[in-house]
C-alpha cells in the first residue's frame, strides 16, 4: 500500500482589477450574466461567461422550472450555448458568479460536479486547458485547468 496525494493551486485575488484584463472582463461578463437568471424557485441567481478561443464571451444564467430536473445551471446554459453556435472554437476560459436576489454572494460561486463534469467534456474536446474562474465579492479564485476542479476526471469511454 502507497498513500498518494492530489495537490491542487489556484490563484486568490481580492478584486477583478488584480487580474489579466480577460479574466476581468470574463468575471465581469459572469456577474451581469446573473441578470439573465430566472430562478423563481430558489432566488439564487447565477452567471456564468464563456471565453472561446477567437475571444468570443458567451453568457448564460440558470433556468429553474417547476419541474425541477427540467432546470439548468448557469455553467451549463453558456456552455451548450458556446458549444452549439461555435462548434469549432475551443471554450478556453469559464467564469462564474452567483448570490441571492442579484446581489453577488461575499463566497465565490463553485459549480456542481455536473457543470464541472460538462467542462472536462469540453477540455477534453479541445485538447487545451479550460481555465475555471469562481467569483465572490471581494475573493475570486482561478483554476488554470478543468482537472484541478475536478481531480481524476472520467473520460474512459
Ligand atoms: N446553480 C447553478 O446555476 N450553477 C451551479 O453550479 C450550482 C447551482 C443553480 C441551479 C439552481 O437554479 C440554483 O443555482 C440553486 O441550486
Redesign the pocket.
Known sequence: MTDKEIKISYKEYSSPDEMSKEDRELVLAAIDAMKG?Y?P??H???G?AVRLSNGTVVKG????NAAFPS???????AMFHAGASYPDKAMVSIA?A?GVMGRLAKAP????G??RQVMAQYQAKSGKPMSVIMAGDGIIWKFDKVDDVLPLIFDSI
Do not use: W
Open positions: 437568471s430562478a424557485y430558489s439564487f441567481n447565477v456564468a444564467a440558470n433556468q429553474e432546470g439548468l445551471c448557469a455553467e451549463r446554459t462564474i452567483g460561486a463553485t459549480p456542481c455536473a457543470c
